[in-house]
């Protein structure tokens, strides 16, 4: 039984594709061909689709903050006690404006591209505070922390990408 890899290279208007060719007439006589898109063209579209992700995740974060932010002190407490986690225990109410601004605000820069990197990196934090409260409250279940950790990654690797072409800041 052979078992035979063949490759191969082409154009198209979207990039480079590869093919790749098994011969498997050893194992029922067929031919099989792979092709695999290597889509090279869309690098030119990088920066429509950071804007894309900036708009979709800003929009999502405005969402998410703004009902922190009108909670008023007593959402804010609640909010700042979180920090207890960290071992910071005064100014509740301060740390949780701090993060339902973030929030908020955070959003709608990331949005706009505008203080591109101190947002994420604000973003980041925030994140990285509510991750640390809900292992420390509702244990190590994955499905408690997920979503503040996957979003963390985003905006760390958002702040090293920078905001791409469509943005206030230009980076």
């Not at 098994?22 to 990088?46: E, F, P, W």
């Not at 993060?99 to 955070?106: D, K």
């Amino acid at each position: 039984m052979d078992f035979l890899w063949t490759l191969g290279e082409g154009l198209t208007p979207y990039g480079n594709f590869m093919t790749i060719r098994a011969d498997l007439r050893g194992y029922g006589g067929h031919s099989t061909l792979i092709k695999l898109m290597i889509l090279t063209g869309l690098n030119r579209y990088r920066d429509f689709g950071l804007l894309l992700l900036r708009v979709g995740v800003g929009l999502v974060m405005i969402l998410h903050g703004w009902p922190k932010v009108v909670g008023g002190p007593k959402t804010w407490t609640m909010i700042g006690g979180a920090m207890q986690h960290l071992g910071i225990h005064f100014y509740p109410v301060l740390w949780g404006f701090l993060a339902a601004m973030s929030e908020t605000l955070g959003g709608a820069f990331l949005l706009l591209g505008f203080l591109f990197r101190p947002a994420t990196a604000s973003l980041f934090f925030t994140m990285v505070v509510a991750t640390t409260f809900l292992i420390k409250t509702q244990g190590a279940a994955f499905n408690a922390w997920s979503e503040p950790v996957s979003m963390g990654i985003v905006f760390l690797g958002l702040f090293f990408i920078g905001a791409g072409r469509y943005s206030i800041d230009r980076a």
